[in-house]
């Protein structure tokens, strides 16, 4: 791999990598690569919901097709994981979410071996790790062409819900939870902002952002205490 480039004013994208299996560059979600793991702030691992070099082909064999590679060797060092997702790399394990079951997990790096430590309610999908804890996003899926097969879809609907988890590593034991009881039925990602307690999001609202600004800390003694936040 040469140096690593992310913007273009002449490009869409610059190819940098593609598993070894995959014959062309063509938007048809050939393995569904969903996942990148950065280790040493380098690219190292990635997931893929199948080993497939055939347009969708991954759909094929959702519940047990899923692969981890590492993308330095190019090769694959995990296989039999059901629609995988979001590796992380963490206190010296590689971390994944083994999404169709419902699991969190590790891949034993010397087996290649899938380390089960806790199945959760829901699809599971975008994690995050602070310490020993992880904080998991669940989704609910129904039957359908995309999740059809795999066993978190098959489970009754009381047994399948959204939200997000917090799952203590080290015990495997889930010791928290926030589940959407109505209109939220996907989390795609669950981040940890660090040492924030009243984070603010900015969204499309043009009043809002008019009246958001961001001030050095120094400049902050001079504004008017209802008017100042400093989370």
Known sequence: MGPWKTCSADHSFYPQWRPSFVTAIAPQDRCHLNGLCVVDGKPKYVTAL????????????????????????NEVIARGLSMPHSPRFHEGKLWVLNSGAGGIGFIDQAT????????????????????????????QVRESAIFSGIE??????????SGVAVVDLVRGETIAWLRFEDAVQEVFAA???PNRIWPDLIND???????S???????????????????
């Open 50 to 73: 199948g080993k497939s070099d055939e347009p969708a082909g991954w759909r094929d064999n959702k519940a047990s097709g899923g692969v981890v590679m590492d993308i330095e060797s």
């Open 213 to 231: 600004y961001v001030l050095p800390d120094e400049a902050l003694k001079d504004v008017p205490d209802d008017m100042r936040s400093t989370s």
């Open 191 to 193: 981040s940890i902002l």
């Open 112 to 139: 290649g071996n899938y380390e089960s430590v806790a199945k959760l309610p829901g699809f599971t999908r975008g994690f995050s790790i602070q310490g020993r804890f992880a904080f998991i996003g669940l989704s």
């Open 152 to 161: 978190i879809a098959q489970r009754p609907e009381s047994e399948c819900w």
């Open 205 to 211: 609202d043009p009043e809002l952002i008019g009246l």
